[in-house]
Structures are given as structure tokens and as C-alpha cells.
């Protein structure tokens, strides 16, 4: 096996779960492994331990008067249920159809490591890199990346900065280099609704009390109007307005008309706040959505329960300039407002992430965009993402450095989900990415 799969297939192979804390070890393995990675090819790296999962940190000599490029990744990843759909072992990497099939091999590790082999390319090939460069990888994205602020903060003269790479985001289609200047940012909470003390008999006191499955349906489904815009007072409040130049440049890109989403969604029919395309709902335009809701009988046939309690679990996505804070106060006053009668509510907010947005016109943008022209062949098109990598803006907040989003995924590479997986040509474009990418920061 050619070498760069090699040292793919080694670093896809430890289950580094971040949220699921019987893998802790995996993920301080799997740190192991990179820092031993890293110090191998000649650069000069450290593992610094955090309140739970480690952050690796890697640099080469320093010198005055070139620019220092800071190139972020995470080596953790989701967990992998439900297994049974499983085509292949999540952590038995596995090539078929010209795709590596794991979980993480898109979610980040496949796009990480094309950052680390592209360095060592270059490495080798001009015994120098033309930047300063620092590597930082942490084992902690998938879960909020709740250390990574404290660590930026102690480390913010070590990690001193000029611009910031990050290949964690998506391309609009195959063969399509896409540069992201944008990311939603992320809002999340859980409620519990509590009725009687104990399940009850439905028939003996259905009528009598409160059903809380009902009730969190009814405080679910005040979230939206019927057309789909969110109800909570004053959600859009701080929504900044799509600019015009946006509008006109997001018409042309491929790959995201109504009929791209539902084939790679499978949905009957699209479905989203009036007078905006998908891409402008998914790019540009706050949700709210509900992750998981339960309560009462699960297993098979019916049971005649009325459910001493039931839950939801939800999250926000949010745009500029909106702050997580201070809408999580505002879905908290919407939740206790809206609570149906009968129950007794309880909130408990979870993490967030600030949205961010960039000039894709910068110097170092441009900069970018002529590396994804020369791996590619071909003109890069310039979007926001609909996803959240928390720790963007706050790089920008501590290290005060722009961040370039110069994502690999494939709408089908089936991150978070059963059967992820990354084209082989997506690791290898990565790679050689990284190479003019270092090359055109330089100039
Ligand atoms: N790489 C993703 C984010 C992403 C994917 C951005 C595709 C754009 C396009 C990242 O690992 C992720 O999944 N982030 C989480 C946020 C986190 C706070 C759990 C997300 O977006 O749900
Ligand atoms: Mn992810």
C-alpha cells in the first residue's frame, strides 16, 4: 500500500470517541500516535494534557520575517452507532469504489493527515517549509471543544498567528474545490418534562393528569409556524441579511439546486423558510431543530402507559450576528413560556459556538484560492457552511488570525453517520493542496 494510506489506515484505526469516556484511551493513543507522526518528520512536537483529552502541538524552526501559518484539526471522532449498518468495521479501515471507508476517514482524520502528509511532501521535497508553521490538533471537537479556549488562552504567545488553515468543511460536489468563508455557529439544550411520580395506567388516570409525551409534543411543535419560521421572540433579531453579491454568487455554484439536496437527503420535498433557496437556508439562515425526543413505551406492539416523563434534546444554528447566550436566554424564556399546563419543566443548556464569517476577497483568501485552483484544475467556488467548528471564531477572538476553510468532504462522505467514508482522489488532492497552499501563503 502506497505510504500516505499507510499512515492513514494507522490513524483511522484507534476508536478515538471523544464523547464516550470508555475510549479515553483510545483517543490518548491516538494523540500518541500523531505526536510520534509529527516529531518523525522532523518537526518539533509536544503533547500538552487539558482537563480530559490532549492537545497536540508540532512546529518547525521558526524564522524571522516569514509568515506563520496556524493549521487546525481534530483527531477525535463521533461515535459510531448504530453498528448492525455498518458495511465494514468503523475502525477496520477498508478501501472499496475508490473510497476509504471508517469512521473519521472524512470527520477530520482523512482531511487532517492530508494537512500533515502535504507538510511532509514539502518537507521532503524542498528540505524547507516557505512559512512558519504550527500544527494544532485537539481530541475534543466532536464534543464543543470545552478545553481548546483555556489552551489558546495560556498558549496565545506560542500560537501567535497569521492565518489559520482548517480542512473540516465540504465541497459542493466531486472535483468542485470549494473555499468556505463562513460557519454557522451552534446552541444547544435539553428539557425534561415531568408529570406524575411514576408511570401510570392510561386507562386508570389518562384524563386525570398531564400526559408529558404530550406535552413536549405541544412545546416541540411551538418552536415553528406551520411555514417554518421559529416563533421565540426575537430569534431573528440579530440575523445579518444575505448580501446581494452573495445571493448572485451562490446562484452559480454547482451541486445545491433543490433536486441536489433531496437526491443526496432522500426527503420527499425540500422545506424551509419562504423566499430562500436551500443553500441560502442552509448557508445563511438560523434553525432550530429537534436531535432526539422520548418518552413512554419504545419496544414493540402497544403498552396503555401514560409516561411519568418525556424529553427533547435540541439545537440552534445560528448566523451573524447572532450570539449564542443570548439566544439560549431567549429559547429558555420561549420553553418556560410555552410549557404546556400540568408538568413541571426543567432546561438544561448544553454547549455553543459563536457563528463566523470572512472576507473571501483577503489577500490570504485569494491566496487560498489559487492553491485549490492548482490542485484541482479548476476554479474554486466560494460558500458559507452549514455546519459548526466552535473553536473558528474564537481563534479570531484569542489569536485575532482569519481563518481559511478549505473543506474535502463530499455531501455522500456520510460524516457523524453509518458508512463514512473519503475518496482516495480527496486525500490525494488534500495533500497536494497543502502543498501549493504553503506555497501561495509564502508569496
Ligand atoms: N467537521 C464538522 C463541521 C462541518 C461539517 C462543517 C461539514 C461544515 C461542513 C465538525 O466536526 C462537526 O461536526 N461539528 C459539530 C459541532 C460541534 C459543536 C458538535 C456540528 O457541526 O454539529
Ligand atoms: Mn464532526
Known amino acids: 500500500m502506497p505510504k500516505p494510506l499507510d499512515d492513514l489506515f494507522s490513524f483511522l484505526r484507534f476508536a478515538s ?53 496556524l493549521i487546525y484539526g481534530h483527531y477525535d471522532v463521533q461515535p459510531v452507532d448504530p453498528l448492525d449498518l455498518w458495511h465494514s468495521d468503523p475502525f477496520s479501515p477498508e478501501i472499496r469504489e475508490g473510497k476509504i471507508w471508517a469512521r473519521g476517514a472524512t470527520d477530520n482524520k482523512g482531511q487532517m493527515l492530508a494537512h500533515v502528509l502535504g507538510v511532509e511532501k514539502t518537507l521532503r521535497e524542498q528540505a524547507d517549509l516557505p512559512v512558519n508553521l504550527i500544527f494544532l490538533f485537539e481530541g475534543e471537537e466532536e464534543i464543543g471543544s470545552p478545553n481548546l479556549a483555556p489552551f489558546l488562552q495560556a498558549q496565545r504567545e506560542n500560537l501567535r498567528c497569521d492565518v489559520i488553515a482548517v480542512s473540516d468543511t465540504g465541497m459542493v460536489a466531486a472535483g468542485v474545490p470549494t473555499m468556505g468563508y463562513g460557519l454557522r455557529g451552534i446552541a444547544c439544550a435539553e428539557v425534561t418534562l415531568r408529570g406524575p411520580k411514576g408511570d401510570l395506567h392510561s386507562g386508570i388516570y389518562g384524563g386525570a393528569v398531564a400526559n408529558p409525551a404530550t406535552a413536549i409534543a405541544r412545546l416541540v411543535a411551538s418552536l415553528h409556524d406551520p411555514k417554518g419560521r421559529i416563533q421565540v ?4 433579531d440579530d440575523v445579518r441579511p444575505l448580501e446581494t453579491w452573495e445571493r448572485e454568487m451562490w446562484q452559480k455554484v454547482p451541486g445545491v439546486t433543490d433536486q441536489d439536496f433531496l437526491n443526496v437527503t432522500g426527503s420527499p420535498s425540500v422545506f424551509g423558510e419562504e ?21 413512554g413505551y419504545q419496544g414493540e406492539g402497544s403498552k396503555t402507559v401514560l409516561p411519568a416523563q418525556a424529553f427533547a434534546k435540541f439545537s ?21 413560556k410555552n410549557c404546556p ?87 490525494e488532492a488534500g495533500i497536494l493542496l497543502n502543498q501549493h497552499l504553503l506555497n501561495e501563503l509564502a508569496l
Not at 233 to 236: D, I, L, T
Not at 316 to 336: A, G, I, N, T
Open 233 to 236: 421572540a426575537g430569534f431573528y
Open 341 to 427: 399546563a400540568g408538568v413541571s419543566i426543567d432546561i438544561e443548556i448544553g454547549h455553543d459556538g459563536k457563528p463566523y464569517l470572512s472576507d473571501p476577497h483577503s489577500p490570504d483568501g485569494k491566496a487560498a484560492q489559487r492553491a485549490l485552483s492548482k490542485a484541482f484544475g479548476r476554479e474554486p467556488v466560494l460558500i458559507r457552511e452549514g455546519g459548526s467548528i466552535p473553536i473558528i471564531q474564537t481563534f479570531r477572538e484569542i489569536l485575532h488570525a482569519d481563518t481559511l476553510l478549505l473543506g474535502l468532504a463530499l455531501p455522500d462522505c456520510q460524516i457523524h453517520a453509518p458508512n463514512e467514508n473519503f475518496p482516495v482522489a480527496n486525500f
Open 17 to 69: 470517541i471523544s464523547t464516550d469516556s470508555r475510549h479515553a484511551q483510545d483517543v490518548r493513543d491516538c494523540a500518541t500516535w500523531l505526536l510520534a507522526k509529527l516529531n518523525g518528520m522532523g518537526l518539533k512536537a509536544e503533547l500538552h494534557e487539558t482537563a480530559r483529552h490532549p492537545v497536540v502541538v508540532a512546529r518547525n524552526s521558526h524564522q524571522p520575517g516569514r509568515k506563520t501559518v
Open 316 to 336: 440552534f444554528r445560528l448566523v451573524p450576528d447572532q450570539d449564542p447566550k443570548d439566544v439560549m436566554e431567549k429559547v429558555r424564556s420561549h420553553f418556560e
Open 275 to 295: 423566499s430562500f433557496s436551500s443553500a441560502e437556508r442552509v448557508w445563511a439562515r438560523p434553525t432550530a431543530e429537534v436531535n432526539g425526543i422520548g418518552g
